[in-house]
T-cell receptor, first 112, second 110 residues
Protein backbone atom coordinates (compact mmCIF):
# COMPACT_ATOMS: atom_id res chain seq x y z
CA UNK A 1 0.00 0.00 0.00
CA UNK A 2 1.61 3.24 -1.23
CA UNK A 3 -0.50 5.53 0.94
CA UNK A 4 -2.01 7.23 -2.11
CA UNK A 5 -5.75 6.75 -2.42
CA UNK A 6 -7.89 7.12 -5.50
CA UNK A 7 -11.63 7.05 -5.95
CA UNK A 8 -13.60 5.63 -7.55
CA UNK A 9 -11.95 2.34 -8.41
CA UNK A 10 -14.09 1.80 -11.49
CA UNK A 11 -16.19 4.17 -13.53
CA UNK A 12 -18.43 3.36 -16.48
CA UNK A 13 -19.97 6.24 -18.37
CA UNK A 14 -21.25 7.19 -21.81
CA UNK A 15 -19.66 9.26 -24.53
CA UNK A 16 -20.13 12.98 -24.12
CA UNK A 17 -20.35 12.78 -20.34
CA UNK A 18 -18.13 14.38 -17.71
CA UNK A 19 -16.46 12.61 -14.78
CA UNK A 20 -14.28 13.58 -11.84
CA UNK A 21 -11.52 11.39 -10.47
CA UNK A 22 -10.20 12.03 -7.00
CA UNK A 23 -6.78 11.50 -5.47
CA UNK A 24 -5.46 11.90 -1.94
CA UNK A 25 -1.65 12.00 -1.73
CA UNK A 26 0.50 10.39 0.93
CA UNK A 27 0.68 12.31 4.16
CA UNK A 28 3.33 15.01 3.81
CA UNK A 29 3.58 14.87 0.02
CA UNK A 30 3.07 18.21 -1.70
CA UNK A 31 3.24 17.12 -5.34
CA UNK A 32 0.52 15.27 -7.19
CA UNK A 33 0.89 13.84 -10.68
CA UNK A 34 -1.77 12.42 -12.99
CA UNK A 35 -1.11 9.72 -15.58
CA UNK A 36 -3.16 7.93 -18.19
CA UNK A 37 -2.34 4.31 -18.98
CA UNK A 38 -3.83 2.68 -22.02
CA UNK A 39 -2.81 -0.50 -23.83
CA UNK A 40 -1.57 1.26 -26.95
CA UNK A 41 -0.10 4.41 -25.38
CA UNK A 42 1.62 3.12 -22.28
CA UNK A 43 1.94 5.41 -19.26
CA UNK A 44 1.45 9.04 -20.27
CA UNK A 45 2.16 11.95 -17.95
CA UNK A 46 -0.77 14.37 -17.90
CA UNK A 47 -0.16 17.09 -15.33
CA UNK A 48 1.61 17.89 -12.06
CA UNK A 49 0.56 20.10 -9.16
CA UNK A 50 2.79 21.26 -6.35
CA UNK A 51 1.20 22.69 -3.21
CA UNK A 52 -1.87 23.85 -5.10
CA UNK A 53 -0.09 25.31 -8.12
CA UNK A 54 0.19 23.76 -11.56
CA UNK A 55 3.88 22.88 -12.02
CA UNK A 56 4.13 20.92 -15.28
CA UNK A 57 1.92 19.83 -18.13
CA UNK A 58 2.31 16.78 -20.27
CA UNK A 59 0.02 15.26 -22.88
CA UNK A 60 -3.19 16.53 -21.34
CA UNK A 61 -6.11 17.17 -23.67
CA UNK A 62 -8.00 20.46 -23.50
CA UNK A 63 -11.10 18.48 -22.48
CA UNK A 64 -9.25 17.44 -19.32
CA UNK A 65 -8.49 19.67 -16.38
CA UNK A 66 -7.18 19.20 -12.88
CA UNK A 67 -6.75 21.07 -9.65
CA UNK A 68 -5.16 20.60 -6.27
CA UNK A 69 -7.04 21.84 -3.24
CA UNK A 70 -5.72 23.45 -0.03
CA UNK A 71 -5.88 20.08 1.76
CA UNK A 72 -3.63 18.79 -1.09
CA UNK A 73 -6.10 16.33 -2.54
CA UNK A 74 -6.46 16.58 -6.30
CA UNK A 75 -9.21 16.07 -8.81
CA UNK A 76 -8.95 15.27 -12.51
CA UNK A 77 -11.95 16.34 -14.56
CA UNK A 78 -12.60 14.66 -17.88
CA UNK A 79 -15.32 16.12 -20.10
CA UNK A 80 -16.92 15.41 -23.48
CA UNK A 81 -15.72 11.87 -23.05
CA UNK A 82 -14.82 9.79 -26.08
CA UNK A 83 -14.36 6.04 -26.45
CA UNK A 84 -10.62 6.59 -26.68
CA UNK A 85 -10.54 8.05 -23.18
CA UNK A 86 -11.14 4.58 -21.76
CA UNK A 87 -8.02 3.84 -19.75
CA UNK A 88 -6.52 3.48 -16.31
CA UNK A 89 -5.90 6.82 -14.65
CA UNK A 90 -3.23 6.91 -11.98
CA UNK A 91 -2.39 9.54 -9.46
CA UNK A 92 1.05 9.65 -7.89
CA UNK A 93 2.48 11.82 -5.15
CA UNK A 94 5.91 12.86 -4.01
CA UNK A 95 7.43 15.06 -1.34
CA UNK A 96 8.48 17.62 -3.94
CA UNK A 97 9.28 17.81 -7.61
CA UNK A 98 11.95 15.42 -8.78
CA UNK A 99 11.55 13.03 -5.87
CA UNK A 100 10.33 9.45 -5.82
CA UNK A 101 6.73 9.13 -6.90
CA UNK A 102 4.29 6.80 -5.20
CA UNK A 103 1.36 5.64 -7.27
CA UNK A 104 -2.21 5.04 -6.21
CA UNK A 105 -4.21 1.96 -7.23
CA UNK A 106 -5.76 3.76 -10.19
CA UNK A 107 -9.25 4.43 -11.52
CA UNK A 108 -10.39 2.32 -14.45
CA UNK A 109 -12.56 4.45 -16.73
CA UNK A 110 -14.70 2.78 -19.34
CA UNK A 111 -16.50 4.99 -21.85
CA UNK A 112 -19.29 3.24 -23.73
CA UNK B 1 8.25 11.35 -29.98
CA UNK B 2 9.18 8.79 -27.37
CA UNK B 3 11.49 10.47 -24.87
CA UNK B 4 12.58 7.17 -23.33
CA UNK B 5 13.01 4.06 -25.47
CA UNK B 6 12.71 0.75 -23.64
CA UNK B 7 13.53 -2.76 -24.81
CA UNK B 8 12.69 -5.56 -25.04
CA UNK B 9 8.88 -5.42 -25.07
CA UNK B 10 8.70 -8.84 -23.42
CA UNK B 11 11.13 -11.21 -21.80
CA UNK B 12 10.90 -14.81 -20.63
CA UNK B 13 13.58 -16.27 -18.37
CA UNK B 14 14.02 -19.37 -16.25
CA UNK B 15 14.02 -19.07 -12.48
CA UNK B 16 17.49 -18.02 -11.33
CA UNK B 17 18.25 -16.27 -14.62
CA UNK B 18 19.27 -12.61 -14.91
CA UNK B 19 16.82 -10.65 -17.06
CA UNK B 20 18.16 -7.34 -18.38
CA UNK B 21 15.93 -4.49 -19.49
CA UNK B 22 17.41 -1.57 -21.37
CA UNK B 23 16.42 2.06 -21.74
CA UNK B 24 17.84 4.92 -23.79
CA UNK B 25 17.19 8.64 -23.74
CA UNK B 26 18.27 11.75 -25.64
CA UNK B 27 17.55 14.68 -23.35
CA UNK B 28 20.67 15.42 -21.31
CA UNK B 29 18.55 17.53 -18.95
CA UNK B 30 17.17 14.34 -17.37
CA UNK B 31 18.64 13.96 -13.90
CA UNK B 32 16.62 11.21 -12.28
CA UNK B 33 16.07 7.71 -13.62
CA UNK B 34 13.67 5.45 -11.71
CA UNK B 35 12.41 1.96 -12.44
CA UNK B 36 8.88 0.88 -11.59
CA UNK B 37 7.34 -2.56 -11.23
CA UNK B 38 3.67 -3.06 -12.01
CA UNK B 39 1.54 -6.12 -11.32
CA UNK B 40 -1.77 -6.59 -13.17
CA UNK B 41 -4.51 -4.42 -11.74
CA UNK B 42 -2.12 -2.46 -9.54
CA UNK B 43 -0.38 0.88 -9.74
CA UNK B 44 3.33 1.06 -10.61
CA UNK B 45 5.58 0.73 -7.57
CA UNK B 46 8.96 2.40 -7.30
CA UNK B 47 11.67 -0.27 -7.40
CA UNK B 48 14.98 1.54 -7.58
CA UNK B 49 16.28 4.84 -8.94
CA UNK B 50 19.58 6.41 -9.91
CA UNK B 51 20.98 9.89 -10.46
CA UNK B 52 23.48 10.48 -13.31
CA UNK B 53 26.44 11.04 -10.98
CA UNK B 54 26.78 7.30 -10.27
CA UNK B 55 27.25 4.42 -12.69
CA UNK B 56 25.64 1.63 -10.69
CA UNK B 57 23.19 1.18 -7.86
CA UNK B 58 22.13 -2.04 -6.14
CA UNK B 59 19.14 -2.70 -3.95
CA UNK B 60 18.70 -6.33 -3.04
CA UNK B 61 18.48 -8.37 -6.22
CA UNK B 62 17.90 -5.30 -8.40
CA UNK B 63 20.76 -3.36 -10.02
CA UNK B 64 20.70 -0.28 -12.22
CA UNK B 65 23.63 0.26 -14.56
CA UNK B 66 23.94 3.80 -15.91
CA UNK B 67 26.06 4.93 -18.87
CA UNK B 68 25.92 8.70 -19.06
CA UNK B 69 28.00 9.05 -22.22
CA UNK B 70 25.85 6.54 -24.10
CA UNK B 71 22.64 7.93 -22.55
CA UNK B 72 21.56 4.45 -21.60
CA UNK B 73 20.56 2.70 -18.42
CA UNK B 74 19.49 -0.81 -17.63
CA UNK B 75 17.86 -2.92 -14.94
CA UNK B 76 19.31 -6.29 -13.96
CA UNK B 77 17.38 -8.70 -11.77
CA UNK B 78 19.65 -11.21 -10.07
CA UNK B 79 18.43 -14.72 -9.23
CA UNK B 80 15.01 -13.97 -10.74
CA UNK B 81 11.97 -15.60 -9.15
CA UNK B 82 8.46 -16.35 -10.46
CA UNK B 83 7.20 -13.58 -8.15
CA UNK B 84 9.22 -11.10 -10.21
CA UNK B 85 6.87 -11.72 -13.15
CA UNK B 86 5.45 -8.25 -13.81
CA UNK B 87 5.73 -5.29 -16.16
CA UNK B 88 8.74 -3.07 -15.62
CA UNK B 89 8.90 0.56 -16.66
CA UNK B 90 11.93 2.80 -16.82
CA UNK B 91 11.47 6.53 -16.58
CA UNK B 92 13.45 9.73 -16.87
CA UNK B 93 12.76 13.07 -15.28
CA UNK B 94 13.92 16.64 -15.36
CA UNK B 95 12.48 17.14 -11.88
CA UNK B 96 9.00 18.08 -13.00
CA UNK B 97 8.03 16.14 -16.08
CA UNK B 98 8.32 12.38 -16.03
CA UNK B 99 8.67 10.31 -19.18
CA UNK B 100 8.08 6.59 -19.04
CA UNK B 101 9.31 3.84 -21.31
CA UNK B 102 6.73 1.62 -22.97
CA UNK B 103 7.24 -1.21 -20.49
CA UNK B 104 8.71 -4.71 -20.52
CA UNK B 105 6.58 -7.69 -19.62
CA UNK B 106 8.76 -10.13 -17.70
CA UNK B 107 7.81 -13.77 -17.16
CA UNK B 108 9.97 -15.92 -14.91
CA UNK B 109 9.33 -19.61 -15.47
CA UNK B 110 9.65 -21.86 -12.39
Amino acid sequence: DSGVTQTPKHLITATGQRVTLRCSPRSGDLSVYWYQQSLDQGLQFLIQYYNGEERAKGNILERFSAQQFPDLHSELNLSSLELGDSALYFCASSVASGYEQYFGPGTRLTVT
Amino acid sequence: QQQVKQSPQSLIVQKGGIPIINCAYENTAFDYFPWYQQFPGKGPALLIAIRPDVSEKKEGRFTISFNKSAKQFSLHIMDSQPGDSATYFCAASTGNQFYFGTGTSLTVIP
